[in-house]
């Protein structure tokens, strides 16, 4: 029973981590569509006016396949450039998201990203931060320090 009560409570930093900085955040390092998919699920379980999604991901990723499931579930995109080599540009995600009526925006790197989403929210907003360890560890960063 103590084994279990403790795999319960455990929690990882970086995944489905939460945080409130005006609003609402939540980061999670999922890259890849089985990740994408438990974040819709998340998403679904949640009630906000609007989703703000910063994404920074890697080039050598499935992108297309990880964004695709977040279509009717994100309001404004927040498209990032890594700075990784590895990393794809916020043009590479933005020509992977289907046309549609989202907003989206393209950043030279994430911080600016996260900033202009924090800027743009409200208190009943949430904020999704994901896409890669990389892409959370810089807003993470940010969200600690404050």
Sequence with gaps: EDIVSIIESTRVA???????????????V???PLAARYLVK???QC??????????????KDISNTLGPFNGHIDTWYLANLGSQRGATAKQLQSNLQQGSTQTFCFDNVVDAYK??????????LILVFGSFYTVAEVRQLLVER
């Design 14 to 28: 970086g995944r489905t981590e939460r945080f409130n900085d005006g609003c609402d955040v939540i980061l999670d």
């Design 30 to 32: 999922g890259h890849n």
């Design 42 to 44: 998340v998403l679904s």
């Design 47 to 60: 009630h906000y006016n609007r989703v703000l999604a910063v994404v920074g991901m890697l080039v050598d």
């Design 116 to 125: 202009m989403a924090h800027h743009q929210s409200k208190v009943n907003d």
